[in-house]
């Protein structure tokens, strides 16, 4: 395979896995998911609205997260 036949596949850390489009995603329930895209960001946290796509879910940071806490 040439590289310009590959697709570029980018894993962000603590967000989504980014592909270069157009993609179909094919689901473990059998239902597909097209993109005609040039880049397609994949939710990798499970957390989105619009799964298997990322709608930035991952940004919001959750209460019980030690992060969101303030120190006593």
Same mark, same amino acid.
């Given at each position: 395979? +040439?590289? $310009?036949? #590959?697709?570029?596949?980018?894993?962000?850390?603590?967000?989504?896995?980014?592909?270069?489009? *157009?993609?179909?995603?094919?689901?473990?329930?059998?239902?597909?998911?097209?993109?005609? #895209?040039?880049?397609?960001?994949?939710? $990798?946290?499970?957390?989105?609205? +619009?799964?298997?796509?990322?709608? +930035?879910?991952?940004?919001?940071?959750?209460?019980?997260? *030690?992060?969101?806490?303030?120190?006593?």
């Amino acid at each position: 395979m +040439t590289d $310009a036949a #590959r697709r570029r596949v980018r894993v962000v850390q603590g967000g989504p896995i980014m592909i270069e489009g *157009p993609v179909r995603i094919e689901l473990p329930d059998g239902s597909v998911v097209d993109s005609d #895209r040039f880049m397609v960001a994949v939710c $990798a946290c499970r957390r989105s609205k +619009t799964y298997p796509l990322c709608d +930035t879910s991952h940004r919001r940071v959750r209460p019980d997260h *030690p992060s969101a806490q303030g120190s006593s």
